[in-house]
Structure formats: structure tokens, C-alpha cells
């Protein structure tokens, strides 16, 4: 079983950064597949970014360029950095990891089994 718990969620202005931060425990999520979520009220939940276990990185168009994902394999979490902040990016962010290993990243959020509780992310005009 992988334990995920997200941090670092807030209120920012349009233009603002935030950064969000995903540990894991349980066990090593290193060959693992990780993926950030986000999900706003009324709206289904969609694919925001991702990390392969081999270092690969996959954006959802409205986030590229602003949004940055990484991980840290020691430490055993995964953060995403969010540039450049738009009030259409409010919503709560989840961190989820798939179950399987050496996994491709999919924007399909039934391939992840394992996900976190969820931070807030509200960003003002």
C-alpha cells in the first residue's frame, strides 16, 4: 500500500507561483508513474502532469509551459510548480500514483490507484 499527502496549496493572484509537494510512504514509488490531478467544483477530474519512472515528463496543453513536475527519488515525493497562476487553475490538486510498475504515464485517471487527499489551490483575479 503507497500512502500519498499532498501539501503546499493556498491562495496566490493571477501571476502568482505556488508549489505543491507529494510525499509518498509505504513504499517506494521510485518505478512507479506519478501524476498531478486537479478537479473544480462542477467539473470532472483531468490530468494536469506527469512523471514516468524513467524521468519522462507529460503536460496537459493548458498548463504547459507554466507548470513544471519533478521528482525526488531519495526522498521518495513528487512536486509540481505552478508558474504564472490563472484564476482557471483554482481547483483541488491531487497527487496519484499508479499500482504497477514501470508504467507508462497516462492522462487516464483510472490507470492510478493510489491518491492523496487533495490541497486547495484558489487563484484571485
Known amino acids: 500500500q503507497v500512502q500519498l499527502v499532498e501539501s503546499g496549496g493556498g491562495l496566490v493572484q493571477a501571476g502568482g507561483s505556488l508549489s505543491l509537494s507529494c510525499v509518498a510512504s509505504?513504499?517506494?514509488?521510485?518505478?512507479?508513474?506519478m501524476g498531478w490531478f486537479r478537479q473544480a467544483p462542477g467539473k470532472e477530474r483531468e490530468f494536469v502532469a506527469g512523471?514516468?519512472?524513467?524521468?519522462?515528463?507529460y503536460y496537459a496543453d493548458s498548463v504547459k509551459g507554466r507548470f513544471t513536475i519533478s521528482r525526488d527519488n531519495a526522498k521518495n515525493q513528487v512536486y509540481l510548480q505552478m508558474n504564472s497562476l490563472k484564476p482557471e487553475d483554482t481547483a483541488v490538486y491531487y497527487c496519484?500514483?499508479?499500482?504497477?510498475?514501470?508504467?507508462?504515464?497516462?492522462?487516464?485517471?483510472?490507470?492510478?490507484?493510489?491518491w492523496g487527499q487533495g490541497t486547495q489551490v484558489t487563484v484571485s483575479a
Open positions: 496519484a500514483a499508479q499500482a504497477r510498475t514501470y508504467g507508462s504515464v497516462t492522462r487516464d485517471r483510472n490507470d492510478y490507484y493510489y
Open positions: 509505504g513504499r517506494s514509488v521510485t518505478s512507479s508513474a
Open positions: 512523471n514516468s519512472w524513467g524521468g519522462g515528463t
